[in-house]
């Protein structure tokens, strides 16, 4: 994966946040937003888009 492909810009647009295409599957590692260098934060905010998905149901 190249620079051009990560955090928001994702070669899709329905890549650059964190739920994927994929129904259940949260994208959450450091190629999510806002990066590796801040600790736990991808997971973090992965976590709030599930919980607001569990929320919806």
Known sequence: MSLDQLYL???LP???DYRSPIKGL???G???HP???VMGSPGWN???AVMADLKRR
């Open 30 to 32: 450091s190629g999510s």
């Open 46 to 48: 992965a976590a709030l």
């Open 26 to 28: 949260y994208l959450c």
């Open 14 to 16: 329905s890549l650059s």
């Open 35 to 37: 990066g590796g260098g």
């Open 9 to 11: 810009a994702r070669p």
